[in-house]
């Protein structure tokens, strides 16, 4: 099987990183194709790859395409693959706020999939959702979603709605988790821990709470009500933070992100 990403970007490194040694593959290795040329001279560096300056030379025959482009690209990318394609192949989209239909009448093929991966992928710990037109058969669904697991996780939903969906969860998700992080470190300091202690401090008790929770069938409200004593120190800050409404905060931050993402797809029909 030939495996194509175009875009050499973060997420389409992350993913051809990660797939570049699936058994999909064979003793094939994993097509990428750019058009920077700082980029595809590195990565011709590496060996990792089937590194590739033009399209003519790749696209016509890979069975498996991945597309890694910033959506405002898509457009020219599309005019540019047209004329190369044919109806066997299928296209996974790592593009947010793309939709299948239009990337079916952009590129008149029917075999197309729409992923939403996250930034995690990179450390082998993403999530990515995914859903497909009705043309993609089962068996390749398959050999797609053995593809995306090589990076993580992937999450099957039925129609693009849980796509925009998953953009404000788990898309945008490692962003919010930063965000709490970064004021963690930003309290540590302040308190007088240097930044490396404040670093281990702030990144040891994420990591070790996501382990509770994943070890667990506990739900974070239980988790929260065994850490936390009446009138201790863990409830003094739950009750600021329920005082400053940040529940409903981090709620319209991810619809803020969903309706982002139904926003663009409406521009991309």
Known sequence: MKVLVIGAGNMGLTYAEGMMDSPLLGKQKLRIYDTDPKKTTSLKKTNQFNVYEKLTDCLPDSDIVFIAVKPYHAEALFNEMKPLLNKQQIFVSLMAGVTIQYIQKELQQNKVIRTMPNLPAQVGKGVTSYTEAAEVSRVE?????????????????????????????????????????????????????????????????FEGAVELFNQSNLSPQSWMNRVASKGGTTRAALDSMEDNNVKQLIEDAAYAAFHRAVELGEQNK
């Not at 796509?163 to 898309?171: E, M």
């Open 141 to 205: 669904l398959l050999s797609v979603r053995n593809l995306l697991d090589t990076t993580g996780e992937s999450v099957h939903v039925n129609s693009e709605k849980f796509i925009d969906a998953s953009t404000g969860i788990s898309g945008s998700g490692p962003a919010y988790v930063f965000y709490f992080m970064n004021s963690m470190l930003e309290a540590a300091k302040k308190m007088g821990f240097s930044d490396y202690d404040s670093k281990v401090l702030v990144s040891n008790t």
